[in-house]
């Protein structure tokens, strides 16, 4: 049975998007790095409130320039929901979600991650320029999931 023109087309459309696909996401993953996260490390989240470093969710400075922001995610919370750190720092975020899936993202800078029960995820972010930034969920968690957010002041 001879293949009709048009399907021939379509059969070597299909087979260049595949192929199209396959350049494009060895590209990304090889010449430009880009991976998914990987977990930072595993918690029990029924314990989360004993375990360092999430019984004290807060900004450290680890060396001059350098911070770790240790955030728990809640029902409709992070903690803490007020960062303050200075023009130039690059800080290293590293949350967990004491309750149910959350997501964490920080608008207009390369922070987007999924935060989910007993699991630690990281994400490492520089802020060059003065100005407030909002991280917020990203994953519907609930009726009052808008007002999950919370504020990098970088002076």
Same mark, same amino acid.
């Given at each position: ?12 459309a299909?087979?260049a ?7 494009t ?11 998914l996260? @990987?977990?930072?490390g595993?918690?029990?989240p029924?314990?989360?409130?004993? =375990?360092?470093? *999430? #019984? %004290? &969710? ?15 995610a809640?029902?409709?919370a ?9 023009a130039?720092?690059?800080?290293t975020f590293?949350?967990?979600?004491k ?11 390369? @922070?987007?991650?999924?935060i ?5 995820s990281?994400v =490492?972010v520089? *802020? #060059? %320029? &003065?100005?407030?930034?909002l ?17 990098i002041?970088?002076?």
């Open positions: 049975m001879p293949i009709e023109r048009l399907e021939r087309y379509f059969l070597w299909a087979g998007m595949v192929v199209a696909f396959f350049i996401v060895s590209v990304s993953a090889f010449v430009w790095g880009l991976q996260p @990987a977990p930072g595993r918690v029990d029924a314990t989360l409130a004993q =375990t360092p470093p *999430f #019984d %004290k &969710p807060e900004l450290r400075e680890i060396a001059p320039g350098q911070y770790e922001a240790v955030l728990t809640q029902t409709w992070f903690l803490p929901a007020k960062l303050e750190v200075p130039g720092a690059t800080v590293k949350i967990t979600s309750d149910i899936i959350h997501g964490f993202e920080i608008p207009g800078k390369r @922070a987007n991650v999924m989910i029960p007993g699991q630690v990281s =490492t520089k *802020f #060059d %320029k &003065p100005g407030e930034y991280y917020i969920c990203h994953e519907y968690c609930g009726i009052a999931h808008h007002v999950m957010f919370g504020k002041t970088v002076a």
